[in-house]
C-alpha cells in the first residue's frame, strides 16, 4: 500500500506547482481561492521571465532608444542642437536596469516572498504522476502544475565562443556594451532588441535564416517592414549564419555577406524547460522534443492529474496566455471536474518603432479565395504626418461573403492599440459593416484603420442595406 | 402662381447646401449619390474648420510642443546635451503653417475645385424655406442644408483691444508670437493650445470661470487633470476674467489674480453662423440664440424641407460628428422619405498631454444611486512607469446592478486610444465582465483599463459564474 510505503519527509499536498513564473503564480491565485493545500516550487531566480529578462527590460531598452532616436525629428521642427546630444550607454543601461529591478521587486512583493512552507526551492522530478522528488524530499500531490518557463536556445557549437554569445538571460545584466553586435534571429526579441542595440549607437547587424521579420506572415506587411527596419540598420535575410572566432571578435557569416562583431544576441528562439522533469515518469508519449500531450483548453496533459502552464507549452509564449494557461490550469487542479475554456483571440505585438502586430488568423491560416484583404499605407494618414511617423502598412482580411473580421497584420505608428481594438472587435465576432458604424475622432491613428475598412468594405459581398454604412437606422 | 414669378437668373435644384465645410462636402457626397442636383454655395474661405484653424493646426503645434517638452525627460536615460536645445518659434510656427497648408490644400483637391456652375460663392440667405437669394440669383430648391459652421467667440467689449485679442482664427497665421499669451476659456481648444504654447516657450497664463479644465465632468478627473496642468503653466479658475489695456499690452484679471500679457487667446466657446441667413423666415419659431429646433437623429428643422449640418447645430462641434451630421442631412435631403439613423456614442478627446478624454454617459449624466465606479491611478502602471507618463486618473462608470459599462472620464497617457477601446465597447452594449474577456497585451497602457475594470467588476453586483472572469467556459 501506497500509505505505508510513505517516507518521513514525504508531504501530501492538494497542488503541487513547479514554477513560480507568471503562470505559476496564476495558478496559485486559482488554488488559493478554491481552499486547496499546495506548494510552490522553484529552482533558480525567481522573478518572472517578463520582469527579469522579457517584456519589462526589453521596452524600457526601447523606450530610451526611441527618444534617443527621436531627435532627428527636432529638426525639422525649429529645435536646434540636437546634433549635440550624446548618449551615455552606461547610464541609460543603468536606467534599465533600476526599472527591471522596480518590476522585478514587485512581482516578487506579491508573491513568493510571503510564503512560508508552501515555498520549496529546488529542482521538482516526477517519480509518478503524483509523486514528486525534490532535494530528496518527496511531494504526493493530488495533482501537479507544471510551469517550468522556457530558457534562449543557444546551439550547442556556439557555447565554444563563450560570453561572446548573449541571450536575453544576460543582456541586461552588463554595465556596458560593445561597438558591435550582431544579432542572429530577428523574431519579436531579436527585432525589438536590435533597432534598441543600433539606436543606443552600437552598430547592429541583423541575421534571420527566414524571409521575413518580427514573425510576420502577410508578404505585404514583410516587404515593407523589411525595407523600414532595413534603412535603420543592415538585416540580412533567407541563408543561416554561421559563426566563427575572429581573434577577440567573432565573424559572422550568411550567404555573401560577413561581418565582424564584438558580441552575437542569440535570439533564434525559446525552449520549454523540460529536461530534467522525469517527464517519461508520467507514463505517456512524449514528442521528439521531449513534450507530452495536452489539451490547450484545459491544459491537461493526457488523462492525467498533471497540467502544463506557460512558456513551458511551446505555444503563446507571453505573458496574458501564460496567465490564462495559469488560470486554467490551475481552475482544474483544483477543482474535480475538468473545465475547457475558450482561448482568445491570438494578438501578436512587436513594440520595435513603428509597431509589428498581428492578431486573429494569420495569413497562412486564411483561405486566400474566400477572404478579402483590406489595405492601408500610413503615407498620407494626417495624425502620422504630423507624428513624423506616417511609414507602415494595415492589411485587414475579412470573409468575402458576409465580411466578417478574420485577422490583420501590420506594420506602423500606434498599431500596438489598433491591434487590440481589432483583436477585441474579432473577439466579439463583428463584421466589416459594424466596425464602420464605430466612432472614429479625428485625427486619430485610428482612422487609418478606418480606411483600410472602407477598403475592405468595397471587397467584401455583404453590403448595408440601406445606403449608410456609417449609420444605424433607428427602428421606425 | 410661382412658376410664373420666377426670374430669369433664378437657378432650381433638388438639394442647396449651404456650406462647404466637413458637413456640407458629406451632404454633397449623399446627393450625389442619389442622383439629385445640387448648389454648394459658400462665402469666404473654403478648406473646413478642421483643416484651416482647427483640429490639424492644432495637432500639429501639439506635436513639435511636446517633442521639445520631451528633452526634459531625456536626461534621466544618460542622453546629455538636451539643457542645450533650443527652439526657434518662427520656425516651429512655419513648420505647423506648412502641415496646415497640406491638409487644407488635401480638402480642396476632394472637393469644390473640382465643381462647375454647382459651386456658388455667396452668402446665402432664406426668402423662403425653399427658395435663396445668393449675390442677388435665387435659388430655388427642392431641400436646403445648412452647413454654415462655426466661429470663434468673441465678447464685444474685448473687440475694442483689436490684435492683441486673437482667436483660432488668427493663431496660426502668426509669423513668430509674443512672450506673454493670457489664454481665456480651458475648454479643449484652450487647453490644447495653452499648453502647446507654454511649452514653445512662452509665459502662459489660463482662465476660466468654471472650476474645471477640459469639459471635464467627473470630479476626481477634475482635480487631477487641474494637479497636472497647473504645474506646467498658472490655471486660474472659477472667476471671470477681466481684460483692461496696460500700454501696448492687456492686463488679465480674475478674482485677485492679475497677468500683464502681450495677447490674449480667446477660447471660450464657438458659435453658430447663423445671423444673416434670414431664418426667420423659415416660419418656426427661432430660441433665444436664434436656432430653428432640428432633430438630432433626422437633422430636419421641423417638419421643414430644410435640415442643420455640423458646427451649426451647436451640438457635438467635431468633426466625425460632423461628416454623421452631413450624411443623415444628405441622405434625407436627397430621397423623399425621412429616415432617422441612431447618433454615435459620444467620444472627446483632448489631445493635450496627458490626454483628457471621455466616452458614453458624463458624470452628470449618471445616476450616482445606481452607478459604480471602477478606479486607476496611472502611477504604478508598467509601461506608464516606462515612459515616463505615469500621472494621470481613469474612471470607468458602469451599472452596478448588470455591470453594463456607461461611460468613463479620464486623463493619462495614450488615453486616446484607450477612449476609442471603451467608446466601441459601450456602442456594443458590453458590460465590465465582457471585458475582462478580451485580451490586455503586456505591458500596455490598455493594463491600466484592464485594472480600472477589475475594480469595477468587484463593485458590480452580477457576477460571471464559474469563477473564472477572464476567460468563458466551452460549451460541454
Redesign the interface.
Known sequence: MITSERRVNEKTVDVAIIGSGTAGLNVMG?VR?ARKSFVLINDGETGTT?ARVG??PS??MI??AE??H?RA??G???????E?????????L??VQN?RD??VD?VLEHSTDKLGEEFIEGYARFIEPTLLEVEGQRIRAGRVVIATGSRPLVPEPWRAFGDRIITTDELFEYENLPAAIGVIGLGTIGLELGQSLHRLGISVTGFDQIDTIGGIQDPEVARTAIDILGREFPLHLGRPADIEAAGEQLKVTAGEHSVRVDKVLCSIGRVPNVENLGLENLGVALDEHGMPPFNL?TMQIADLPVYLAGDVTGERM???EA??DG??AG?NAAHDET????R??P?M?NFCDPNICAVGRRWDEIDQGSTAVGEIRFG?V??A????KNKGVLRVYGDRQSGRLLGAEMIGP?C??L???L???I??R?GVADLL??????????EALQAALYDLYRKVETKNE???V?????P?
Chains 1, 2 share one sequence.
Open positions: 486559482q481561492r517578463c517584456c519589462m521596452k524600457a523606450q530610451v527618444d534617443f527621436r525629428h527636432l525639422r521642427y525649429g529645435i536646434a542642437g540636437h549635440d546630444l550624446t548618449l551615455d550607454l552606461p547610464e541609460a543603468e536606467h526599472l522596480i518590476f514587485r483548453n507571453i505573458l496574458h496567465g490564462d488560470r486554467i481552475y473545465t475547457a475554456f475558450r482568445k483571440t494578438i505585438i498620407p494626417g495624425r504626418l504630423i507624428m513624423g500606434a500596438e492599440h491591434a487590440h481594438l483583436c477585441w472587435c473577439e466579439q463583428l458604424r464605430m466612432p472614429f475622432y479625428h485625427p486619430v491613428i485610428e440601406g445606403g449608410l456609417e449609420l444605424e437606422r433607428l421606425v
